[in-house]
């Protein structure tokens, strides 16, 4: 099958639309078949990692977030079809933490992974979550020395597999690790290194049938090169093959893997030239004795490298990344969308007039896509994420675009208060915001009231049932958003 290049171009600006037709952005019913942007965070720095794409339309979105100038949390939030705040957690009671990967456990929970710093010590942090945001169990994992986490996958027995890297105890050199624990507490069961005898890290970590599949890169700084080896285990860490790929002239940098309905491997990610300033686009289909069916190295001009790819049921696979600063004679960098099936396939551009740099991609319910990154469109000195939604046209909607900022930090200017909150019946609603429409939803992204002003600053819930809601006002220059608990 041979796919068309669907090129959409990024000089189409992005429009900050804050007037609000209820139904066209908080309706369950919009979810079908639609294309939009949102954009999330505050003050500072926002990045977007990974996104998973529930059966009822709604997402789990996972990024990095610094507020105040503080040094860094993780930052968990679900949004409705329409890409408004359900709920969202904070992983914020360590020195620094950062996440890096995000993927399903079972059908009512996932898994995250990534970085926390400790009392000046650098560790693999892992957590499980219920789609509702509840954490189940979290784990902090590591030696002595520096430790980094970059990617996880459960398997059928309901083990947890967590790769990254270690500094050892006698050189500067790194050695990939790979992390066996129970799904149902976060308990490790096992522990390897793995030396091959320069810089290595474990990138990421799949299944495939019945085994494992690592990528690990492994440096060698005196010769200036990288190489990347995917390899394929048992459950025992056996090694059954490995493939390099890489010279002494050309770095290989391998992110991801994927299976299709055929059981073949996909692997994703970059290569670089000795003599070239940036990486070009790689990825390669190969069988499970390791065989290389076909790869293409370059060829989707503008595409420097795949960081995730999502499969379909009938084996086309997408992969995203950023595209190269200025390919399309606007300066900056897009997402790149790569859809490919059997060595050919046609890339597409989604992005706005500022750096975009895209990091994850999922199969939405509705036969579209959904792709998470960060802009730096927003506004001057933030780094927002960005959220896209393609229909199965893959059709790209920047006309509407809202902008939510984190419900937290919306307090800590005392720019939005309620009181009480808690509250039996009624709020009494104290703001500095200059708004124009205020609209009350449930945590179901339902409408419960909307208006252009709160008469007498009071909000009355009586007649609604206990739970969460939210207060959003909405000004010419964002949403702000905080929680309403009504507790009867």
């Given at each position: 099958m041979v796919f068309t290049p669907v090129f959409i171009s990024n000089s189409q600006k992005m429009k900050v639309v804050f007037s609000i037709s209820l139904l066209f952005i908080l309706g369950l019913s919009f979810a079908q078949n639609s294309?939009?942007?949102?954009?999330?965070?505050?003050?500072?720095?926002?990045?977007?990692?990974?996104?998973?794409?529930?059966?009822?339309?709604?997402?789990?979105?996972?990024?990095?977030?610094?507020?105040?100038?503080?040094?860094?949390?993780i930052w968990l939030f679900r949004v409705d079809s329409a890409g408004a705040f359900i709920w969202e957690k904070y992983i914020n009671t360590y020195d620094i933490a950062t996440v890096e990967d995000i993927t399903w456990f079972n059908d009512t929970s996932f898994l995250i992974c990534g970085t926390v710093l400790l009392n000046s010590d650098y560790q693999i942090y892992a957590a499980k979550y219920s789609i509702d945001g509840e954490q189940l169990w979290e784990k902090v994992l590591g030696t002595p020395s520096w430790d980094f986490g970059k990617s996880l996958v459960s398997d059928l027995a309901s083990n947890v597999w967590v790769t990254g890297y270690s500094f050892p105890y006698d050189t500067f050199n790194t050695d990939a690790v790979i992390y066996k624990l129970s799904g149902n507490n976060g308990d490790s069961l096992m522990y390897v290194r793995l030396d091959f005898a320069y810089t290595d890290k474990g990138t990421y970590i799949d299944t495939l049938a019945s085994s494992l599949v690592l990528t690990a890169q492994s440096t060698d700084i005196n010769n200036d090169s990288c190489i990347?080896?995917?390899?394929?285990?048992?459950?025992?860490?056996?090694?059954?093959?490995?493939?390099?790929?890489?010279?002494?002239?050309?770095?290989?940098?391998?992110?991801?893997?994927?299976?299709?309905?055929?059981?073949?491997?996909?692997?994703?990610?970059?290569?670089?030239?000795?003599?070239?300033?940036?990486?070009s686009y790689y990825f390669a289909c190969l069988d499970t004795s390791g065989f290389v069916i076909f790869d293409r190295a370059g060829g989707y001009y503008g595409s420097l490298y795949v960081n995730r790819m999502a499969i379909n049921d009938k084996s086309v696979v997408y992969t995203l990344g950023p595209t190269l600063d200025g390919y399309l004679s606007f300066g900056n960098s897009d997402y790149g969308l790569v859809i490919d099936s059997s060595g050919y396939g046609g890339i597409a551009y989604y992005g706005e007039v500022q750096n975009d740099y895209g990091e994850d991609v999922a199969l939405a319910t509705d036969g579209g896509l959904v792709m998470i990154g960060s802009t730096e469109n927003y506004t001057s000195n933030v780094t927002s994420i960005l959220l896209i939604k393609l229909d199965s046209t893959h059709t790209y909607n920047d006309g509407d675009h809202i902008h939510y900022a984190h419900i937290d930090e919306n307090n800590f200017g005392n720019e939005i208060s309620a009181f009480p909150n808690p509250?039996?019946?009624?709020?009494?609603?104290?703001?500095?915001?200059?708004?124009?429409?205020?609209?009350?939803?449930?945590?179901?992204?339902?409408?419960?009231?909307?208006?252009?002003?709160?008469?007498?600053?009071?909000?009355?819930?009586?007649n609604e049932a206990n739970g969460l809601y939210f207060l959003s006002l909405i000004s010419k220059e964002k949403i702000h958003t905080i929680k309403l608990l009504l507790q009867k």
């Open positions: 294309s939009f942007i949102r954009t999330y965070g505050g003050s500072d720095f926002n990045y977007g990692k990974g996104i998973l794409a529930l059966p009822d339309t709604s997402y789990i979105i996972c990024g990095n977030r610094s507020v105040g100038g503080s040094n860094g949390s990347s080896t995917v390899l394929y285990m048992d459950k025992l860490l056996n090694v059954k093959w490995s493939i390099p790929f890489g010279s002494d002239s050309v770095d290989y940098y391998l992110r991801c893997t994927g299976e299709d309905s055929y059981h073949r491997l996909w692997v994703g990610g970059g290569y670089k030239n000795d003599t070239s300033s940036h990486e509250s039996r019946d009624r709020f009494f609603i104290h703001t500095k915001v200059n708004y124009s429409h205020f609209i009350i939803s449930n945590i179901y992204g339902q409408t419960i009231r909307e208006g252009d002003e709160i008469s007498n600053s009071e909000i009355d819930l009586s």
